[in-house]
């Protein structure tokens, strides 16, 4: 069983010819309202590709709220211990997504949920887990989730978007790194993604690969495997989610046991198959259609 | 009475410090929902100020549009003729509002609604009334609309507020333009106001008025009168349906005969009251608190 811990979102994604400067006015040319999150639309690829997984997070008793925890359902994630705090709003982005290239401007509400403490888990489930998927949010419970996985033998794995403080406690507990290049910046800033690897890996993880969007991704392990991988080259509309897909991926080729290499390139065909599509979740592929991508 | 034909859409107000760059993630510190759209909003206004009109438009049957509904009704304007498509997506707008000074930046979807017709109008009920108000919106119907009023000696306003293919064959049709400058640039682009107000009269109404924001208004009637009124100095927090809230307030004017010169005072004391709250119509005031202002 695979257990995620962080946010979840309502996403409104309008695309657009170009980018507006300030105080003007824009048409969207379509609009689409789906559900997002790092650590929810993770669970949601994996669902798709086959390992439906329990979600814990919180969102607001109100419409947006609503329909983040119908999105997942539909996706078959298992909700039943979603937060829903009453009185409180759901987290909610704006997305204005450039038609050509799929550049994306995100507006986000944070929503004035509380965050998840220790007492919201439930413990005995992430013992019994195979894997524990975070990403940096909900930072008490995060850490107390974590310990719990370390102590009971469940590999971790940290989705780090951008630097939080509180980070530094949770990442001598992770086993698995995947961070944006934006996170990996703050630990050593301006320096080439070589050094950076090796700063990563000297909080005690297994692996740490930093992905920086059509650059490709950085990959390293403590047994000194080193690689890097070209991002695939499709026809991108819309990168909004892409990392939490790649995470996605990430944790099906920890599941298979599958070796380092394959499982980043099985998250980065992932990653490139979503971006084909106006939405954070539209595109996810299913496991036959990143297998029959991967064999073209 | 007084029947609004025009535009009702949903805002997602969204407060922050700074404009973010293209392809860049910036947080929201508040977010705001609330129904918009000129016609809409000005109706709205003329509710606060103690008159209940009747609106005509279009939603679809889905959660945005159910809450421009419910935030109509809620402010007492009559929507028995709302037409509710289904399978129609509603009108929605993201605005994204700078803290500092009220900047705002619209992203606009007209959703998928058709529009209305010379069938869907309650004729009776446009003949009966003593002002008809349009956006430009509807074209079709704002025609037959425009036809009837003229016929029934139904006074009719018109919002320009950008200009709209076939806008030409209204505007012999209306009594009181009430225009933004960026209408008012396209019939004679780059001329000073003075030169414009006698070109919109031309097209036969009695009264022309061309509104700038911060830079106040100009007016000119058929009957020689002419003046500049500058903004009244407020705090503005979001100027975000200033423009519909003026229109509301000159409706209010003219049911009360007053001179055109108390009419245009009248609407720009309403459009700055409202501009110092967050939201299209959060700080829409009553006739009291315009009594107030004015009186100071």
Redesign the interface.
Known sequence: MVVGLGQCSLD?L?S?GQ??????????D??LIQGGGPVATALVTLARLGVPGVFLGCVGDD?FGR?IARGLEREKVDCRHLLVESGA?SQ?S?V?V?QDGG????????GSCRPLIEDDLPAEMICSSRLLHLDGSHPAAALAAARLARANGVITVLDGG?WRPGIEELLPLIDHLVVSGRFAEHWVPGRPVQEILPVLLGFGCQAATVTNGEAGSHTQSRDGESFHLPAFSVKSVDTTGCGDVFHGGYLFGLLQNWSLLRTVRFSAACAAIKSTALGGRTAIPTLLAVEDFLSR
Chains 1, 2 share one sequence.
């Not at 550049?103 to 944070?110: E, P």
């Open positions: 409104i309008g657009l980018y507006p400067p300030v105080d003007s006015k824009c048409d969207l379509k609009v419409d329909r709003s909610f704006f204005a450039e550049r994306r401007t995100i507006f986000c509400h944070r951008s």
